[in-house]
């Protein structure tokens, strides 16, 4: 691998450079927030904020669907596809709200939704009255076998002989092949009442992480632990584990995120209000204040940013966007310099100026549209095989390379332009580059087709493996390459990680 960077990088310094994109496609989701009286108050819908131009732009790419009682909490993502959109939606146990507490899909060829999971079940206690209702509580996440897990809050209240409530939190799963949903973990399985929140992936072990919360007595305190769980093995809760114990105080919700600074694979991320930003370790330390942010940095002095994300962290300068809005100001993103956690700049996009049809612009969305760039997806019908998607959709008729490591992403190997390829280099990594592995990998180098689309792919199924997986962690990084750019490489897309 570093044989075939060093030839793409002697390459280029005999042909005038284009400049290497740093950063995922300026393009966002951002979206509002809806209740069934307040359409007209609120910007109940989906748009792009696209900064691709010389000037910003807004526009809405669709509206939630209606009629519905919903509280949209930074509950949006790309589809596996990186076409379409995944979204929960949590309201109330009211019937008349049909699109209340489901997760849903939107397709943005035939511009309609579809709910892949309704919350509002029949109640499992029987008796007069007896209600049920589930709501999805935090976003969808894409797996690695590209089903959907989503935390949801139950509540179930039976009222013979006596009324009595039933609290539960869960994490569902929706097979996408089936069309079926089954609990991965409940907070009754976990023999306490656990307040679990947010799924995402630890970039280190390829584990599920889920955000959980509980109260402590004495002292009277709440305690946020980040709980781990293995794919391989089909989310069997009994092997359960703790990224961080919760012992101190773990990872407070509101913080809203389970994404890593992939540099060092701690979770960091700016609190709502901007002001502060935190840090969690692995293991039982508490969480703490990296910096603190001037109020003068930020868009208004009452900011409420409750979504956002890392872009690309192989960049020579990552970034960190939040999305949210102040009463006085409107909608509006903060950008953050990752290295030193200070605030780069500011905008606010949407505002009573710009949009006099609103009077609140409360504003929970965000997502780098089509900024899923890989994706795996596991063979329905033969075991252990899962196709490897690649999607980058701005940089079509491009060739790429592909690899797969088995040792991690930190050092990883720098470029001389301060870019950074987030995948250790070993054998596996030289083999995958250079698709030495007939019938067990597929990977390239290869073209993008006319959609910026491809497709390789991981085999396994012709080696034993037990049923409850060999434990092993890959990590598969693309390169979209040019000689005109730097290094050769044109776009470097975030590294993936999967367990076998």
Not at 108 to 133: C, D, F, I, M
Not at 180 to 196: D, R, W
Not at 384 to 411: C, E, T, Y
Request: proline share 7%; hydrophobic share 30%; aromatic share 14%.
């Amino acid at each position: 691998m570093r044989t075939f960077l060093f030839a793409l990088l002697a390459l280029a310094l005999l042909i005038p450079l284009a400049p290497a994109q740093s950063y995922h496609n300026p393009v966002y989701l951002v979206g509002g927030y809806g209740t069934s009286s307040t359409y007209t108050y609120y910007p109940t819908a989906i748009f792009l904020y696209d900064k691709t131009g010389s000037v910003p732009t807004i526009s809405k790419l669709c509206d939630l669907p209606k009629p519905t009682y919903s509280s949209q909490y930074s509950s949006l993502c790309m589809d596996y596809d990186n076409k379409n959109l995944l979204m929960s939606n949590s309201g109330t146990s009211s019937s008349i709200y049909p699109w209340s507490n489901t997760l849903l899909h939107y397709d943005l060829a035939t511009k309609t939704w579809t709910s892949l999971w309704n919350g509002q079940r029949v109640s499992e206690h029987a008796g007069p009255g007896s209600y049920k209702y589930s709501y999805p509580y935090r976003n969808p996440f894409v797996d690695q076998n590209g089903d959907v897990l989503f935390s949801i809050y139950e509540y179930d209240r039976h009222t013979s002989p006596t009324t009595t409530y039933y609290y539960t939190r869960a994490v569902y799963k929706y097979d996408r092949a089936t069309a079926a949903v089954s609990t991965v973990m409940t907070s009754v399985q976990m023999g306490f009442y656990e307040l679990l929140y947010r799924v995402g992936k630890d970039i280190d072990t390829g584990k599920i992480l889920i955000s959980g919360g509980r109260s402590q007595t004495s002292p009277t305190t709440m305690r946020y632990a980040v709980h781990t769980l293995n794919p391989e093995d089909g989310y069997n809760p009994a092997n359960r584990g703790f990224w961080n114990d919760g012992s101190v105080y773990g990872w407070y919700e509101y913080v809203r995120s389970l994404e890593q600074n992939v540099r060092n694979g701690y979770l960091e991320r700016p609190y709502y209000t901007g002001v502060y930003v935190y840090q969690l370790q692995p293991g039982s330390a508490g969480m703490t204040t990296i910096t603190t942010i001037p109020t003068a940095s930020l868009p208004a002095t009452n900011c409420y940013g409750y979504s956002g994300g890392f872009d690309l962290q192989t960049a020579a300068k990552p970034q960190y966007h939040l999305n949210g809005y102040a009463s006085t100001t409107g909608a509006w993103l903060v950008h953050y310099d990752v290295n030193s956690w200070s605030v780069l700049s500011h905008e606010t996009f949407m505002n009573k100026t710009t949009h006099p049809e609103y009077n609140y612009f409360y504003n929970y969305q965000f997502e780098f549209y089509q900024g899923r760039h890989i994706q795996t997806v596991r063979d329905t019908k033969t075991r252990n095989r899962w196709d490897i998607l690649i999607s980058i959709p701005h940089l079509p008729k491009m060739p790429f390379v592909l690899a797969a490591g088995a040792s991690g992403v930190r050092p990883g190997m720098p470029l001389p332009d301060g870019r950074n390829i987030n995948l250790n280099a070993d054998p596996l990594v030289w083999v995958t580059a250079n698709n030495l592995l007939p019938g067990i990998w597929k990977g390239g180098p290869g073209m993008l087709d006319g959609n910026g689309e491809a497709k390789g792919s991981l085999d396994l199924s012709s080696i034993k493996i037990p049923s409850t997986g060999l434990g092993q962690p890959i990590w598969i990084a693309v390169a979209v390459l040019d000689p005109k750019a730097p290094c050769g490489i044109a776009y470097l897309p975030d590294t993936y990680v999967m367990r076998l």
